[in-house]
């Protein structure tokens, strides 16, 4: 069974810095691209970061500079630092696979993923 829990998330203030985990069992994590996912109170959920299988990764250009996405494949785990905290990174975080193995990610404008965790919030006071 497919499974993603996200941890880390919690109340920061403005300027700070949280990281965000998401262990993932249940199927070949190093063949997967993994990303991350936001949804603000309000708004439509939104593509944070993406780390492919083969290194590649891909930021949102609201987060490049103050995110930094990572992947441990011994202990498949994904990771989310989050620096520079603002206000508008108040959102639920959720940790999601590609459904293809092996091949490009999708990309963040699109939500078609495989696997969604259940999500993480994470509320920045400023």
């Known amino acids: 069974q497919v499974q993603l829990v996200e941890s880390g998330g919690g109340s920061v203030q403005s300027g700070g810095s949280v990281r965000l985990s998401c262990a993932a069992s249940?199927?070949?994590?190093?063949?997967?691209?993994m990303g991350w996912f936001r949804q603000a109170p309000g708004k439509e959920r939104e593509g944070v970061a993406e780390?492919?299988?083969?290194?590649?990764?891909n930021y949102a250009d609201s987060v490049k500079g103050r995110f930094t996405i990572s992947r441990d494949n011994v202990k498949n785990t994904l990771y989310l630092q989050k620096n520079s905290l603002k206000p508008e990174d108040t959102a639920i975080y959720y940790c999601?696979?590609?459904?293809?193995?092996?091949?490009?990610?999708?990309?963040?404008?699109?939500?078609?993923?495989?696997?969604w965790g259940k999500g993480n919030q994470v509320t920045i006071s400023s």
């Open positions: 249940g199927f070949a994590f190093n063949t997967y691209c």
């Open positions: 780390f492919n299988y083969n290194g590649n990764t």
């Open positions: 999601t696979a590609d459904r293809r193995r092996l091949l490009d990610c999708t990309g963040l404008s699109s939500l078609n993923r495989r696997k």
